[in-house]
């Protein structure tokens, strides 16, 4: 009987942190999300929700406050994201890949330009994209990047080559309140 009021009083002193400390991890959770490539903020709140179980059964020892038991699964949860990265393979663009000796270099379309501007170029081009733009705003910098005059995307989109001209002022504004 002993050991069941014991267990009972332990599990009530888990509860009575875990009540007091949920909202702050929901919220961290929310922050985090998005973070790791396949991992929720559902998933971040149940790894936090297991950090605490296993580091404080019994709840929060004497001295130890709220703050810093959020504080170690905030850092529980970054360790958690950063090990569920994929880590990168850095390579060479001359390297041979496959069996027929093909390079990266010989992948990446060559107009004159060497294939670092070329990166740049295709890097620069995809902060562009994810910097909140409009579809119409996407298409045009789409086909600006592909090489295509105002009047020529105008013709293609079935607007006049002013509008264009206003979407490319406008894409430019736009990247450069973010870079600027």
Request: glycine share 8%; proline share 4%; with cysteine.
């Amino acid at each position: 009987m002993g050991v069941f009021l014991l267990e009972r009083a332990q599990k009530m002193a888990f509860e009575t942190l875990y009540h007091r400390i949920a909202p702050r991890l929901k919220k961290m959770a929310h922050y985090y999300n998005g973070h790791g490539r396949f991992i929720d903020g559902d998933d971040l709140y149940q790894e936090m929700c297991a950090y605490l179980w296993a580091r404080y059964p019994n709840g929060a020892p004497e001295g130890i406050n709220d703050a810093y038991v959020i504080k170690g699964c905030e850092f529980h949860v970054r360790n958690y994201l950063r090990k569920a990265k994929n880590p990168v393979e850095i390579t060479s663009l001359n390297l041979p890949i496959g069996d027929g000796g093909i390079t990266i270099a010989d992948l990446i379309p060559d107009k004159g330009e060497p294939v670092r501007d070329v990166i740049n170029r295709r890097l620069v081009a995809d902060a562009v994209r994810n910097s909140g733009l409009t579809l119409r705003e996407q298409e045009v910098f789409s086909q600006l990047a592909d090489g295509y005059t105002v009047r020529e995307i105008g013709q293609r989109m079935g607007i006049s080559h002013v509008m264009v001209l206003k979407i490319k002022k406008s894409l430019l504004r736009k990247w450069q309140e973010q870079h600027c």
